[in-house]
Nanobody, 129 residues
């Protein structure tokens, strides 16, 4: 059984930083065979893609709204994906989720919720002004 566990959320002031972690276990294939995406969702709004990474190809993708502020990275030895979030805005207040997409080596299905196979439980980030 695949499990994705997010951590690192919390309350931060505008302009501050946080780092999210997504620890994966139970994969059928090797860690390199998955794209791992970060998504976020506000109450009453659709879930949206934030970033994506495939460890083997080093491919990453970002939403325009976070480019230059967020950085996604991965640690194959720990089966963990990170997202460093800097210069946080009030608009970044959301629940953040990670999810996996098997055999997407280039994040080509970035943002397509239906293509992702497993989801974490989510972690809340609140940015206060």
């Amino acid at each position: 059984e695949v499990q994705l566990v997010e951590s690192g959320g919390g309350l931060v002031q505008t302009g501050g930083s946080l780092r999210l972690s997504c620890a994966a276990s139970g994969f059928t294939f090797a860690f390199d065979d998955y794209a791992i995406g970060w998504f976020r969702q506000a109450p009453g709004k659709e879930r949206e893609g934030v970033s994506c990474i495939n460890n083997s190809k080093g491919k990453t993708h970002y939403a325009d709204s976070v480019k230059g502020r967020f950085t996604i990275s991965s640690d194959k030895d720990k089966n963990t994906v990170y997202m460093q979030m800097n210069i946080l805005h009030a608009e970044d207040t959301r629940v953040y989720y990670c999810a996996d997409d098997a055999e997407d080596y280039f994040c080509s299905e970035y943002g397509q919720l239906s293509e992702y196979d497993d989801w974490g439980q989510g972690t809340q980030i609140t940015v206060s002004s």
